[in-house]
C-alpha cells in the first residue's frame, strides 16, 4: 500500500468509494489510514534492543488508555523471554457491559496469510510447488492465458501478482457507501472459486511482478487452492493438521459455522461514522474471507505460533529465509515491506516481523522480534472508529495514538517515544488499511 495519498483517491471518486475502498478487508481493511511511516532507527537490520523485563503497571496504563481513548474493548499479550504479561481493558458488549478477558478468541482476518504461507512454504521444502514457477502450471483452468504463464505462486504470495481484489464485487454497496451488503452477505456462503473469479474479473493493478506489489486477498484465495491441488486434502484442512496442530496451538481454527468458537467478544463496525451506532457483526459466515482471512485465535496462540515460525520449528530455515525476502507492497496508501505471508516493521528498538488483520468488527496485530523473543500481540472490538473528514483524509483518532504508545511499551519498553497528537510516529495495521475494496 504504497504512497498513495488518500486525497489523490478523493480527486477520482466520490465519498461511497472512498468508504469502500476502506472497507476491503485486511481481511477488510480494518484500520486506519495516516500518513506512512517514516523510516525508523533500529540498532540493527535484524536486531532489537528493548528494555530488559516488562513493565506490567505500565502496560496495564498504556491498555486502559486505549478503552479510554474510545476502544469499546482491547486484549493484548505481551512476552518477554520467559516472562508473559497478559490484559484486557473494556468491554465485550456494550449493552450487557460484560468485560473482555485477555483469553478471548477473536477473528484474526488476514493473519490468516501467514499460516496459508507456511503451508505453502512446507510444499517448497517436500517439492511440490516451485514457488518461481507459474500458477498456471498448477491451476491451468482457473488462471488460463497470459496470466496464468506469467504469474509465480511467489508473486502470489507477496503480492505483485496485482491481480485484482474482489472485495468491491463481493459486497457491492460499499461502492455506493452504503453497508447493505454487509448485512445481506451475513448468512451467504462464497466459494473460493467464485472469489477469484471476482478477483480476476476486476481491473489488474500492474503488470505481474511489478514492484510495487498490490495488496489483494485474491491471492491467497488462489493460494488455497493451489495447497488444495498439490496435497489432495482440503485447504484448511491441511493447514489444521500441519501448521496449527503442529505449533500447538489450542485455540485456533477456521470456523465451521458464523459462529466465533469458545469465549468471545461482539465486533462492532463503524464504517467510519457510516454505521452509527457501530453494528456487532461477529456472527458472520467467514467463506467470504476463507484463506485470506477466516482464522479465529487468541493473542497467546498468535504468539506462540509467530515464535515457532520465527524459531524454524515450523518450517526449515531456507523457507523462513524466503518469506523474509521483501518487496514493496502498497497498502491502503502506504508502503510496506512485505515477504512472504509476514511483513517487517521497524521501531525504535529494532526490527519486527508480523501482520496484521481486519474484519468487520475486529482487529487483530501480531509482532515478534527475529528470534521470536519479544513479542505483542493484541485484539481490538471497534473497526474502522474514525473519521473521514471533507477532503477525504482520514482523521487519526485519540485510540490511534493510544495503540501506538501501547506497541512500543509492549516492544520497546519504557523508552520508547510517545505518540504526540501532532502526528503518529506509524501507522497501525499497515497491511489491512484504506483502499481495500482494491485489496
Not at 525508523?40 to 505500565?58: H, I, N
Amino acid at each position: 500500500m504504497t504512497s498513495l495519498r488518500f486525497r489523490t483517491l478523493l480527486s477520482t471518486v466520490g465519498r461511497a468509494r472512498r468508504l469502500a475502498l476502506a472497507t476491503g478487508m485486511g481481511a477488510v481493511l480494518a484500520a486506519t489510514t495516516l500518513t506512512a511511516p517514516a523510516a525508523a532507527q533500529t540498532t540493527s537490520a535484524t536486531g532489537t534492543s528493548q528494555d530488559g523485563g516488562l513493565d506490567r503497571q505500565a502496560l496495564r496504563k498504556s491498555l486502559d488508555a486505549v478503552h479510554e481513548a474510545g476502544m469499546y474493548g482491547i486484549y493484548s499479550q505481551v512476552r518477554d523471554q520467559g516472562q508473559t504479561w497478559q490484559g484486557a481493558s473494556g468491554v465485550a458488549d456494550v449493552d450487557t457491559r460484560r468485560p473482555v478477558r485477555p483469553d478471548m478468541v477473536h477473528r484474526v482476518g488476514s493473519i490468516t496469510k501467514t499460516f496459508v504461507s507456511v503451508a505453502i512454504l512446507q510444499q517448497v521444502a517436500r517439492g511440490a510447488i516451485d514457488l518461481d514457477a507459474p500458477i498456471g502450471r498448477y491451476l491451468p483452468d482457473l488462471v488460463p492465458g497470459d496470466r496464468g504463464r506469467r504469474i509465480t505462486v511467489r508473486m502470489l504470495l507477496n503480492h505483485t501478482s496485482h491481480i485484482g481484489d474482489y472485495i468491491g464485487s463481493a459486497f457491492p454497496s460499499l461502492l455506493e457507501g452504503s453497508a447493505k451488503s454487509l448485512d445481506d452477505n451475513r448468512f451467504r456462503t462464497f466459494t473460493p472459486k467464485e472469489l477469484v473469479g471476482m478477483g480476476l474479473a476486476a481491473a489488474p493493478t500492474g503488470e505481474p511482478g511489478a514492484i510495487p506489489g498490490s495488496y489483494s486477498n485474491t491471492n491467497y484465495i488462489l493460494a488455497g487452492l493451489l495447497l488444495e491441488k498439490v496435497t489432495g486434502t482440503d485447504a484448511e484442512r491441511y493447514i489444521t493438521r500441519n501448521v496449527i496442530r503442529k505449533a500447538g496451538l489450542r485455540h485456533t481454527s477456521f470456523p465451521r459455522t458464523p459462529v466465533i468458537p469458545g469465549p468471545h467478544s461482539k465486533a462492532y463496525e463503524s464504517l467510519f461514522g457510516l454505521i452509527d451506532p457501530p453494528r456487532d457483526y461477529s456472527v458472520y459466515n467467514m467463506s467470504w474471507g476463507g484463506t485470506a482471512g477466516a482464522i479465529v485465535s487468541t493473542m497467546d496462540d498468535l504468539n506462540r505460533f509467530y515464535r515457532a515460525l520465527l524459531r524454524g520449528e515450523l518450517v526449515g530455515a531456507a523457507q523462513v529465509a524466503e518469506m523474509q525476502k521483501t518487496v514493496t507492497v502498497l497498502a491502503g496508501g502506504a508502503a510496506i515491506n512485505y515477504g512472504l505471508g509476514l511483513y517487517s516493521l521497524d521501531l525504535p528498538c529494532g526490527r519486527f516481523w508480523g501482520h496484521d488483520g481486519g474484519v468487520f468488527g475486529m482487529i487483530t496485530q501480531s509482532l515478534s522480534s527475529p528470534d521470536g523473543s519479544r513479542q505483542l500481540s493484541f485484539g481490538i472490538n471497534l473497526a474502522k472508529y474514525q473519521r473521514i473528514d471533507e477532503n477525504g483524509e482520514i482523521v487519526p483518532s485519540p485510540i490511534d495514538f493510544a495503540l501506538v504508545d501501547h506497541l512500543f511499551l509492549s516492544l520497546c519498553g519504557t523508552t520508547a517515544p510517545q505518540a504526540k497528537s501532532s502526528r503518529l510516529p506509524l501507522t497501525p495495521f499497515p497491511a489491512d488499511r484504506l483502499a481495500a475494496a482494491v485489496r
